[in-house]
């Protein structure tokens, strides 16, 4: 059964605005993940964040992760219209190496 | 970073026909692999866990003799819809991981499948 749900599940923005999606989970974690999926294809790895973390950087990604709360937060800065597309969030059972669990998901719209 | 590749990437079918999926860790070698579907607009919901040299363990509402799972080598797995129809239609994605002691798991691109 999915365990994360993201919200909004659908987000519209312009060019240069930040953008921030949030996911919420029900059971201990190992990591949370983030990925990225443009319409019809496969997913792409965008960062991955222990549960002993509280914030980590790529680029213009942040990554926040709050497991008191069983939430995080993905912002994206000065976003593009290639940002376009639709991000997940998931997380393990608790243990490395064991089958994710992905949110609903947030799509997301960039307008130039 | 490690790759996984999948085929065929995109299938048509007739219904009543098997289709077989294949999964492959090209570069390390994988003793879980895993079998997601994900239906338009929707997530990634996993389907079976496939263990190399063990029967598949599959998730509660996904029937075993639909989709045969067959890990039979640490660098492959593969997926058969037996009889498909076209309520299969969807894209199936598998992921591998290197081992319990690796925090992330490669996902292959994808392989869309359409069953008229």
């Known amino acids: 059964s999915q365990q994360g749900e993201e919200d909004p599940q659908a987000l519209s923005i312009q060019e240069g605005e930040n953008a921030t999606m949030n996911c919420s989970y029900k059971?201990?974690?190992?990591?949370l993940q983030w990925y990225r999926q443009n319409s019809g294809r496969g997913l792409v790895h965008l960062i991955l964040i222990r549960s002993n973390e509280r914030e980590k950087h790529s680029g213009r990604l942040r990554v926040t992760l709050d497991t008191s709360k069983k939430s995080s937060s993905l912002l994206i800065t000065a976003s593009r219209a290639a940002d376009t597309a639709s991000y997940f969030c998931?997380?393990?059972?608790?243990?490395?190496?064991?089958?994710?669990?992905f949110g609903k998901g947030t799509t997301l719209s960039v307008s130039s | 970073g490690a790759v996984v590749s999948q085929h065929p990437s995109r299938v048509i079918c007739k219904s009543g026909t098997s289709v077989k999926i294949e999964c492959r860790s090209l570069d390390f070698q994988a003793t879980t692999m895993f079998w997601y579907r994900q239906f338009p607009k929707q997530s990634l919901m996993l389907m079976a866990t496939s263990n190399e040299g063990s029967k598949a363990t599959y998730e509660q509402g996904v029937e075993k003799d639909k989709f045969l799972i067959n890990h039979a080598s640490l660098t492959l797995s593969t997926l058969t819809v037996t009889s498909a129809h076209p309520e299969d239609s969807s894209f199936y994605i598998c992921s591998a991981a290197p081992g319990v002691w690796s925090d992330e798991q490669f996902f292959g691109p994808g392989t869309r499948l359409t069953v008229l």
């Open positions: 998931a997380t393990d059972a608790g243990s490395a190496g064991t089958a994710l669990i």
């Open positions: 059971t201990s974690i190992n990591n």
